[in-house]
């Protein structure tokens, strides 16, 4: 089954200390992964997605297949990177269904 | 602008009366999908389109129809709601027949059932 795992459901940084938000997949081939971000009160919007390996507002994530990750960095954290973020899952075998991770909540501190 | 329409942004209605929250996306879009987001458990999908006319179950789709007859149009019908379907609900579409593209979500409509 594919399932996604984000297992921090909340993640507190300093400002200028560097971030980590973790993603595990399960999935049975070549998956298509995403980082969503969603800020207070407002929509969900894409942050990046592996196959563009770019880097969006500073953040970057690489797909590791052998740990299955696409674990979500950032070396210095702003405080307008508060917000909840979501990793995401599709591709060729899931039936065309998105699965998305439960979210994890970043509070930067000032 | 390219966007994702829903509405109503906000309901609050009582057990059992019908009720309909529209999507549109003026993107042409394929692909569109719905999703419920309730506290610890993320977003969940309830039903996707592939295309016009074409429609299928996500992972919650229990007590929700939708109907695709229209490319811009994919309004969520539940026909007789109950307190357990109180949530956020978001409509998304992306280009191409698969669900790998990058989505594009509307604001979302919090739904109250009494």
């Known amino acids: 089954a594919q399932r996604v795992t984000q297992p921090e459901k909340l993640l507190s940084v300093f400002k200028g200390a560097p971030v980590e938000l973790k993603c595990n997949y399960s999935?049975?081939?070549?998956?298509?992964l995403f980082w969503y971000v969603q800020y207070s009160r407002q929509r969900l919007q894409l942050l990046l997605r592996h196959i563009s390996r770019e880097s969006i507002k500073g953040f970057t994530a690489d797909l590791n297949k052998g740990e299955t990750s696409f674990h979500l960095k950032k070396p210095f954290a702003q405080e307008e990177d508060s917000a909840m973020y979501y990793c995401a899952l599709s591709g060729r075998y899931t039936g065309n269904q998105f699965y998305f991770g439960t979210g994890t909540s970043l509070t930067v501190i000032p | 602008e390219a966007q994702v329409t829903q509405n109503p942004r906000y309901l609050i209605t009582v057990t059992g009366k019908k009720l309909t929250v529209t999507c549109s996306q003026n993107?042409?879009?394929?692909?569109m999908s719905w999703y419920r987001q309730d506290p610890g458990l993320g977003l969940r999908q309830i039903y996707y389109?592939?295309?016009?006319?074409?429609?299928d179950k996500g992972d919650v789709p229990e007590g929700y129809k939708v109907s695709r007859k229209e490319k811009r149009n994919f309004p969520l019908i539940l026909e007789s709601p109950s307190p357990n379907q109180t949530s956020l609900y978001f409509c998304?579409?992306?280009?191409?027949?698969?669900?790998?593209?990058?989505?594009?979500f509307g604001d979302g409509t919090r739904l109250s059932i009494l």
């Open positions: 999935y049975s081939g070549s998956p298509e």
């Open positions: 998304a579409s992306s280009p191409g027949t698969t669900s790998n593209q990058p989505q594009h």
């Open positions: 389109s592939m295309n016009v006319e074409v429609t």
């Open positions: 993107m042409n879009h394929e692909y």
